[in-house]
């Protein structure tokens, strides 16, 4: 019989090359990605974290949830540190976090009546190769001109050795988990829908990232109209 593990994984290739291949998750995975493009992608995913931690936190003493409280993987706090050095102390209010407002709101019903299907996502935040994660982040922060690892630890720390070892527990940790077959289909149904919430993000940031692309700078428009303004002898 197959691992649980191999079970999410077959389930969620499709939907999981689908994310990665979005134009924004190419860009990222590039570090060409504009800073409002990665600020967006930080704040999503610092809502997710959050809630997420929190509902592993309060559901520790559940026989399902207490073994994948790993703080070593958490990403929260990381988040909220790169948020702070590209927005400033007042980053939470700049941050649109109505994006994966319906995804937060899951994981709060499942923290309240279902907390041994978080394993779902557990398995796809912290276990998964997701937009971003598996590089230095040497790319982006290039591209934005941030100094040393200011502004890219959560990127770094997906490529982090401990990390590696913490995620490598994580998978064990899962597959180790007294599950019938209801209970492994119902995380596997889980972990689709995490993931295809995940596609339809990063679809709507690209097509965001599209608009913002074709929209024409305030200084190119008015080099465009510098020639009609001298033809009417201003």
Same mark, same amino acid.
């Given at each position: ?11 969620? $290739?499709?939907?999981?090359? $689908? ?5 924004? #998750? ?23 974290? #959050? ?41 939470? #209010? ?25 394993? $779902? ?69 889980? $972990? ?43």
């Amino acid at each position: 019989m197959s691992s649980l593990t191999e079970l999410l994984h077959r389930a969620t $290739a499709d939907e999981a090359r $689908a994310v990665t291949g979005t134009p924004l #998750a190419r860009r990222l995975a590039r570090g060409e990605v504009d800073r409002g493009g990665y600020v967006r992608v930080l704040s999503c995913y610092q809502a997710l974290y #959050a809630e997420l931690e929190w509902a592993l936190m309060w559901n520790r003493q559940h026989p399902a949830v207490g073994p994948l409280c790993l703080p070593e993987l958490w990403c929260n706090e990381l988040l909220q540190e790169d948020l702070h050095t590209l927005l400033g102390p007042g980053w939470y #209010a700049s941050t649109r976090r109505h994006d994966v407002a319906a995804y937060v709101e899951r994981l709060g019903l499942l923290c309240d009546e279902s907390p041994e299907l978080l394993a $779902a996502h557990a398995w796809v935040l912290y276990a998964t190769d997701l937009p971003g994660a598996g590089q230095t982040g040497a790319g982006v922060a290039r591209t934005l001109g941030l100094r040393g690892a200011s502004g890219t630890a959560f990127l770094r720390h997906s490529t982090h050795l401990d990390g590696t070892a913490y995620r490598a527990h994580l998978l064990d940790t899962l597959d180790q988990m007294p599950l019938d077959a209801r209970g492994r289909d119902a995380l596997v149904h889980e $972990a689709r829908r995490a993931v295809r919430g995940l596609h339809s993000l990063f679809e709507m940031l690209s097509r965001e990232l599209s608009r913002r692309e074709e929209r024409p700078s305030a200084t190119s428009l008015w080099g465009r109209l510098m020639p009609l303004r001298g033809a009417f002898g201003a």
